[in-house]
């Protein structure tokens, strides 16, 4: 091992190393400064002139290995030879006790344990607190023999538990005495706490005692570790009797929660209760003087506790569905604590405390709700069957559900919304009534008002299913209740109470659906409940709009909402068209044309709109509302061409409007398109040509004179609608035919209007005659393909994809780039 060389030696050498560094330092700049010079002057490099100095660079200065800390080798050999010593008075006393007599017996352990606890003070006044400290260690294990063998000596047929208790007792105060007479040492201390948990436990388990015995065991040992944990000497005395306070004080308090949990009437509730109540003071008493980290989880543990306190024994005597409700008031009574001088940390955790409760109270209300809006779905499946058996109950689906267990769910729900509300309305008050306890972030009042709106609308949801409320009162308060929820959302957003507005906005549209589904039940109430909500939509999106229209800008939220608020009034008068057609007996696709005319009203609605928020999403749900109609018409083909026309026409009335001619304009062409082809085959027509040449050559002439007129429009504007026209039903009509003509005739047609396209460089032309000609050619060369394929071995198809995708995996960039090149050429087309 290599030592550090004296201070003076080491100096020494430290000031040669950095003088040597110095020189060279100085070396180096002078050679960067003619470096520097050389590469500023032009010509011929000179050699750099000789050092004004002779530069010598010492050789390197090794210093020697750091030493080894000498105190934790020290340590390390220390705790090996106690463990030894340990190891051999365990082996002594368990293997080679019975081969010594009694005098023997005594006097080995008797001089061992004495020899030990007497040499660390001789070895703390030299300064030894290591080897003290190992030679303690073995001492306490001495000790812990030492009772073993005075069992085994004076009474060896008696129980063990009760002497272990007594023999725990007195090592845990020998201890104590021992570590506070030598104070250098610091593991008696820590032995003796550790020492003190076991006592009660073993004297209740000696005495066969039941559970609330054992409660009050750990809760009177948490007591003594709570006082410990306080007034304690020594940093690990009081670490070590914290941990044992938790450990001993929850298992306490949860057996003590256990029985009061268990009990059948108040009586038996009220000695778990008083064991609660006291893990509570013992908790507090702590909280005050602890740090605030351990006061805010002793506040929380001692507002838990006697919230179960309480709650338990009032609770034992209250069905079994209105135990929840009990907790909940007597969480909400917790908050008193709040004005109590305990401190900010634990009346922080008082007020966690009653936060959790409520909080847990909601989460069993919760399923009851849960049910209530799933349910309608069921209704699916009945549309107009009537209204279905068991009143609300039977409308969710959930007749046999416990509901005099969940009957409590809506008062639990409506009570927090309810405090929820007051907070939020009256903030200010509730900040200076809690004092500095409460110090909420500058989001906390959002938060709250955010809530409370969703369990009051969760709660009243539940309630007719509750009650067992008929189905048409079931109906009437789900109604009701959108109606009040969009009132909340738009009173928010109009004093700019974003996130109230936010989540009643979304409540509310969550039970204009669930009353939706209830209403496909009957026919008279899906009418008036679609009306009504289509009467209510409407009126959220006026008021909102009023509002805009009083000087204050919108903002998102308000924007999102009203869009949303359009969109589904469009929604409910598709869904009464539909009923309406339905009601009159109609078929599907009789009744698609009723249908359009939604879509019909929100073009004229767009127009007169014009730029307003609102005028592209309602103009897009009408869209949307075309699809049903189409897809009611689809079984029959007059109809359906009918519907597509009439969409053509809407959406060539959009097109009117500048703004939206780039798309209603190319939607209307192809509806167009589309209903003629359709119109076509419904006639049995065999040979569109007749119909579309016509239309075609007039359409190419007028984009001919359209781009005589206009060189800079587009090939797709003046003949891709033509073109269209006749290639794509001759194209089908081609895929039909068996015969050669046809598709030689449409082949040779789109191979011209291909070349032409790629002379004139026209897009529309290039890209619509390519694909017909590439389609017409799969469809000729595909019987021939499948037999070449039917002919060879099955192997071959595998390997040919396997060379083609080596070869394109070869020729990736090239082929990239290929692609790239036929993307600019066709984009620079017109």
Known sequence: MEHLPPPAEELALLDRELAGLDLRRSQLLHRRAWLLNALRTPGPVTAPPPPAFPVRTPAPVRLPAPAVRTGGAQNVLLTLGGLLLTVAAIAFTLVSWGQMGIGGRTAVLATLTLAALAAPAALLRRGLSSTAESLAALASVLMVLDAFALHELAAPGTGGLGFAATAAAVLSVLWAAYGLLLGGLRLPLPASVLGAQLPLLLWACAERADALVFSAALLATAALDCAIAVWGKGVAVRVTACAALCATGGAGLLIALAKALAADAPSGALLPGALLLAGAAIALSGARRAPVAAAVAGGLVAGLAAVAAVASVVAAGVPGGWVVPVYLLCGGALLAGVRAPLGRPAGQGVMWASGAVTAGSVLFSLPPVAVSLVGPVSQLGRVWAGAPLGGARGAVGAVGLPWTEMGAAPVVLLLVAGALAAAYRWWEAVRRWAGPVLSPGPSARGAVGAVAPVLG?????????????????????????????????????????????????VCGATGAVDVALLSLASEPATYAVFGALLTLCAAAAIALDASAAGGRRPGRVASAVQAVAACAAVGCAVVLTVAGGASLGLAAHRAAPLVLVVPALTVLLGARLKAHTVALPVELAGGAAAVPAVGMAVGDLPSLALVLSLCAVQAAGAALRPERRPVAGYLATALFLAAAWVRLSASGVSSPEAYTLPVTVAALVIGGLRRRRDPAASSWTAYGAGLAATLVPSLVAAWADPHWLRPLLLGAAALVITLAGARWRLQALLVLGGAALALDAVHELAPYVVQVVGALPRWVAPALAGVVLLAVGATYEKRLRDARRLRSVLGRMR
């Open 457 to 505: 609308w969760a709660g009243i949801a539940v309630l007719p299913s509750a009650l067992d409320a008929s189905y048409a009162m079931t109906v009437a308060v789900q109604l009701v209740l959108v109606a009040g929820v969009f009132a909340v959302a738009v009173g928010g957003l109009r004093r700019g109470a974003t996130s109230v507005a936010a989540t009643a906005s």
